[in-house]
């Protein structure tokens, strides 16, 4: 009953969002914001569950005809972006609540946020990979909507590029799941793992490479990212925080569970096994460089975090890559949540500078650290964790994902190099990092007036800088919930 | 014990209520014209409350016996040769094919009153010939002989025409041209396939048909007949070699007939064509025609789709939606698995019913002035229930849930898959991607772009002419989220397909 109330309670808010938000211009971004919480308070009530037992699940009548039951579950790791999931929401919609204050038409936004809200926690507590695409694609709409009708310039054309993308990653998804079905009878992740294992071996290579084609372009992964520096820059900054905080992690997380936890371990050939990993390596290895080298030689401030996205999750997929090792697979996830808050930190404080300035390009700022002491303070914070300092969140997830690689090096020496070209690519990190904190808050002024931004503004941001930094120094808990989860 | 009395009972009263809807009108339209939409509206609901309680009766009686007796038969000579009679066939499958015709008939024919209302004085025809129309294909779906089959087929293309022809524009009298010549040689086709056929069989039961068939031992003539009866029921669905007259007569038509054809009588004809294929003429253990109908139903697809790619008219475009449409349909008949018939069955519903959403959308949209893609720019502000309406069309085509069209196209290209057609999958995805994409252009115009000066006067939308179009809405959301309300009855009727292959 938990889950199953956790997963329709977002929908419950859509008519309270509709009532309030015809008359008030913050309150239903409240609303939005405490149905989040409550849905956390109630997901984090199945952890005692979760760590005695491993794994929380409830099922119910849906569509039985279609192998199709309303599977819901939780185990360490969707637990985990769960609750992050739903931490950001909370954040980004107080944010939302004075930022986007001066658009129009605000309770369409907050609308279609509270309806993005139901795909973005649906997809990672579900176990039945109908429902699981259900959530899917239910994220795609309602973002067209929001990056259309609140964006900056040209929106709807990123808009577009972005469903248009997204969309053709999800359809190869589709036939994947659609073979899973016609080979198991079944659609539920846990069953059809079992019997995937009879399945036709030449068959299970081709399921599991779309169904990685699929996520990986929701991931952003290099070859298939052309739509993500667009619409994550052209979004609102709450929304671009939810995009690179949550949608893109989904894609992570999908990987993890569907290709590479339901699919993979069926197939028996050792060296299509072999390839296909070092093929996700590889790619990871592309995505890291690129993106940090891209948002290296960008000067919009939403782009280069946008690139940083990308790099982030060329790391994620290397660290994917390491299936089955436990050190590798839990600092993938670890980073995923440790990257959702930094970076979703990291999208409202660009956020808040441009609405403060009103600048986008990073050459024509300067000097801000003075005047904005607060948001220099929280962008300090999201952007050396970005960059991989100790003591802040991402740290400890890198250094999990290159101690994986290192020990998965000694079996297949091919990840000694990429966990070297890795730990090389931090120092990319590191580069355009510096470079972005130099040229806002350090170089001498070219701005004269700035403030830092309302309360409404800076409480989100403060709320995950301390997010940012328990995470870094004190990620003990999250690992032990991540570890009491099945991965092989 | 069932007789033809209840298998006839619906369309004879279709038939009956709809000659005297004219004078029924017609004193309406005379005496009591202030109320004559909601009048009107009363007559139709009434009309359906009386199709329904008979229809009730002809399910329940079929459904009650289903387990001893699924393919159910009712001759209208039984005494000496029951083969050679008329004769009425009840399984699942056509139970089910008239609960969607009554759904949408009813939802259509609301549209249509709204729509057309009292200002042309034709009007009482229209809905008469409407009735009919409706009333021929419950027959034809419930007909047991390939030759009552073709009668009532033939009826409702004829209604259809009258349908087509009803503004009297040269547009639509042109399309409706086309239309007449390509259905009647379409019937020649088909005639000159079932005299073979009963020259093989000496039947045109479909049962007798099929027994006799599988046990034929010279293929040859059979060949023919076949290439003969499925050419003229491909033209009648618009298959794409024989695709031309259906954009032609979807655009020139008014938007409710469109609607109501779209969702009624193309549903029928797929259904005829399935039927045929699968059930009764010629399964593959007899003639191995799957290989062939993919290919066709690939061309389909995507000449449908590139070609509403290159559609500026909106109604246009969507005519070419329904073309594709049939590609998808097609997908699922070539796997003849229980999979695919499910998905057929459940497309039959909710194509029908998306075709018809746009239609109504872009009929409100026509009678604002609104009919190029130029057009549509910053309708969605101004115009935003309409406009929602005609997006929620258009995600329900794309197949993004949990819109009811999702549904269906997955179960399709599964089916396709099952079928041991993988390529035909990864087309039929390919193009539903392309489709997407220019669907997606309606939505971009409708809400990226500014308003064309030409419509800045218009203020109110029709409010009550979307009162149906909100109940379709209504459908496809409730569908998409909760399918089992439909799978329940198309379980049944897919699982039926094991008893016929063996």
Redesign the interface.
């Known amino acids: 009953m938990i889950l199953l109330l956790a997963f329709l309670l977002p929908l419950l808010s859509i008519p309270l969002v509709y009532l309030v938000g015809r008359e008030s211009k913050r309150k239903p971004a409240g609303i939005i914001a405490i149905f989040s919480i409550i849905d956390l308070i109630l997901l984090l009530c199945t952890v005692p569950e979760v760590l005695s037992r491993g794994r929380y699940v409830e099922s119910y009548y849906w569509m039985p005809m279609l192998g199709a039951p309303l599977t819901l579950f939780a185990d360490g790791i969707s637990l985990s972006l769960a609750a992050i999931t739903l931490l950001l929401i909370f954040s980004s919609m107080i944010f939302a609540s004075d930022y986007m204050e001066d658009s129009g038409s605000l309770w369409q936004f907050y609308l279609l946020m509270a309806l993005l809200t139901v795909g973005l926690v649906g997809v990672f507590i579900t176990a039945n990979l109908m429902v699981f695409y259900f959530c899917w694609e239910f994220m795609l709409v309602p973002t067209y909507f929001i990056i259309g009708g609140w964006g900056y310039r040209e929106s709807y054309r990123a808009a577009f590029k972005f469903f248009i993308f997204t969309h053709a990653g999800a359809v190869a998804v589709l036939l994947g799941i659609g073979a899973i079905y016609m080979l198991t009878g079944t659609l539920d992740m846990f069953q059809a793992k079992e019997l995937l294992a009879a399945a036709p071996q030449e068959f299970l290579k081709w399921i599991f490479i779309a169904l990685t084609l699929g996520f990986a372009v929701k991931m952003a992964i290099v070859p298939l990212h052309m739509w993500l520096p667009d619409a994550h820059s052209e979004a609102p900054a709450p929304m671009s925080a939810l995009l690179s905080g949550v949608i893109i992690e989904a894609g992570a997380y999908a990987i993890l569970r569907v290709s590479l936890g339901t699919v993979f371990p069926s197939i028996s050939d050792v060296s299509v096994n072999v390839q296909m990993l070092h093929a996700l390596s590889i790619l990871g290895v592309i995505s890291a460089f690129y993106g940090a080298m891209t948002a290296l030689a960008e000067d919009d401030i939403k782009r280069i975090v946008a690139y940083s996205s990308i790099s982030h999750m060329g790391y994620v997929l290397f660290g994917l890559s390491l299936y089955p090792c436990v050190e590798g697979t839990i600092g993938a996830v670890l980073h995923l949540v440790n990257h959702a808050a930094s970076k979703g930190l990291l999208f409202l404080n660009a956020g808040a500078i441009m609405k403060q300035t009103g600048v986008r390009d990073i050459n024509r700022m300067g000097g801000l650290a003075s005047k904005m002491p607060l948001t220099a303070f929280s962008t300090a914070v999201s952007s050396f964790s970005i960059a991989g300092i100790p003591s802040l969140a991402c740290f400890i997830s890198e250094f999990f994902m290159f101690m994986g690689g290192f020990q998965v090096g000694g079996n297949n020496s091919l990840y000694y190099a990429t966990t070297t070209f890795m730990i090389i690519a931090t120092v990319f990190s590191l580069a355009y990092v510096l470079r972005f904190f130099w040229k806002i808050f350090l170089e001498s002024s070219k701005i004269q007036e700035a403030r830092d931004p309302s309360i409404l503004m800076s409480t989100p941001m403060i709320l995950l800088s301390i997010v940012v930094i328990l995470l870094g120094v004190w990620s003990g808990p999250i690992i032990h919930l991540m570890s009491s989860a099945e991965i092989s | 014990m069932m007789g033809i009395l209840d298998a006839l009972m619906p369309s004879a009263i279709l038939f009956i209520f709809a000659i005297f809807t004219v004078p029924v009108l017609r004193f309406i339209h005379q005496y009591k014209r202030m109320h004559y939409r909601s009048l009107c509206i009363l007559w139709i609901l009434t009309i359906f409350v009386i199709v329904t309680v008979a229809t009730v009766r002809v399910l329940t009686k079929y459904y009650i016996s289903m387990e001893e007796d699924p393919f159910k038969q009712i001759f209208l000579v039984s005494e000496s040769k029951p083969i050679l009679s008329t004769s009425f066939f009840i399984d699942s499958v056509s139970a089910y094919m008239v609960v969607v015709y009554l759904t949408t008939g009813l939802i259509s024919m609301i549209y249509s009153v709204l729509f057309v209302g009292e200002k042309n004085h034709l009007s009482e025809r229209y809905f008469a010939l409407m009735l009919m129309v409706l009333g021929s294909v419950i027959a034809a779906t419930f007909s047991g002989d390939l030759l009552t089959l073709f009668i009532f087929w033939e009826a409702s293309a004829a209604g259809s025409c009258l349908l087509i022809i009803y503004r009297k524009t040269p547009e639509s009298i042109d399309a409706c041209l086309k239309y007449l010549v390509m259905i009647i040689m379409a019937s020649g086709f088909i005639v000159y396939g079932l005299s073979i056929i009963y020259g093989l069989t000496g039947s045109l039961n479909f049962w007798a048909v099929r027994e006799a068939l599988i046990s034929l031992p010279d293929k040859s003539l059979l060949i023919i007949a076949f290439v003969f009866v499925a050419c003229g029921y491909a033209i009648e669905t618009a298959i794409v070699p024989f695709h031309m007259w259906l954009p032609d007569a979807y655009t020139a038509a008014t938007p409710s007939t469109s609607a109501f054809l779209s969702a009624i009588v193309d549903q029928a004809s797929y259904y005829v064509l399935m039927r045929v294929l699968i059930y009764i003429l010629t399964p593959p253990i007899i003639l191995n025609w799957p290989l062939a109908l993919a290919i066709f139903s690939a061309l389909t697809m995507t000449v449908g789709n590139l070609f509403a790619l290159a559609q500026t008219n909106v109604k246009r475009m969507i005519s070419y939606v329904c073309v594709a449409d049939i590609g998808y349909n097609l997908v699922a008949i070539t796997s003849v698995k229980p999979l695919g018939v ?1 998905g057929n069955l459940f497309f039959f519903f909710v194509g029908g019913m998306t075709t018809a959403l746009a239609f109504m959308a872009v009929g409100i949209l026509n009678n604002l002035g609104i009919k190029h893609l130029d057009d549509l720019s910053g309708t969605g502000r101004r115009l935003p229930i309409t406009s929602l309406s005609l997006v929620i069309a258009v ?1 329900s085509f ?5 819109l009811a069209g ?1 549904m269906s196209k ?2 399709v ?2 089916a396709a ?2 079928g041991g057609m993988v390529w035909l ?2 087309i039929g ?2 193009n ?2 392309l489709q ?2 220019y669907l ?1 252009r309606l ?2 115009y409708m ?2 772009k500014p308003l064309k000066r030409r419509f800045c006067g218009i203020r109110e939308e029709p409010k009550v002419l979307l009162i149906p179009v909100y109940m379709l809405v209504a459908l496809i959301i409730l569908l998409g989220i ?3 309300i439909i ?2 009855m ?2 049944p009727a897919a699982q039926q397909l094991n008893l016929l292959l063996p």
Do not use: D, K, Q, R
């Open positions: 499910m995600c794309s197949g993004i849930p949990p999702f997955y179960m290209f599964t898959i099952e999958a990864v995805v390919l539903s991607l997407t994409g997606l939505v971009h809400y990226a909760y399918p089992s799978l329940l198309i379980h």
